[in-house]
């Protein structure tokens, strides 16, 4: 690999990243389990995308509740757009910042039982 090829994937990585990042229902670029998903750059580094040349692999984090199936077709076809090789994309994480559940109705409490929280359920079964 050339020095130019070199500086296309790094160019292309970052204009992934933008892309994913700018879709509503990405919370963020994910790292994978140990961080190891990511493209280096020089004086810094480029979290949840790596484009080569046989592949583009995006990990996302998405907000609740969005559907994770459709937030990652979705990023899919932006990536799609702009590379020429096959895209992976993997929802790493949920993020529940900015979400406020609706605690109204079915509130947990510490006198509990099982059958308040779940009414189908029986005690000692």
Request: aromatic share 4%.
């Amino acid at each position: 690999m050339s020095t130019a090829d070199a500086g296309r994937e790094i160019d292309a990585a970052e204009v992934v990243a933008d892309a994913v990042l700018a879709i509503p229902e990405v919370a963020d670029l994910h790292g994978g389990q140990f961080g190891e998903v990511g493209t280096y750059l020089p004086g810094r580094r480029i979290t949840g995308v790596v484009v080569d040349e046989n592949s583009c692999a995006v990990h996302i984090s998405v907000h609740y509740p969005a559907d994770v199936r459709s937030v990652a077709e979705r990023v899919r076809a932006v990536v799609a757009q702009l590379v020429d090789v096959p895209v992976d994309v993997t929802v790493g994480d949920l993020s529940t910042a900015g979400y406020l559940p609706d605690i109204s109705e079915n509130v947990v409490t510490e006198s509990s039982t099982v059958t308040d929280i779940a009414p189908n359920i029986r005690e000692g079964n």
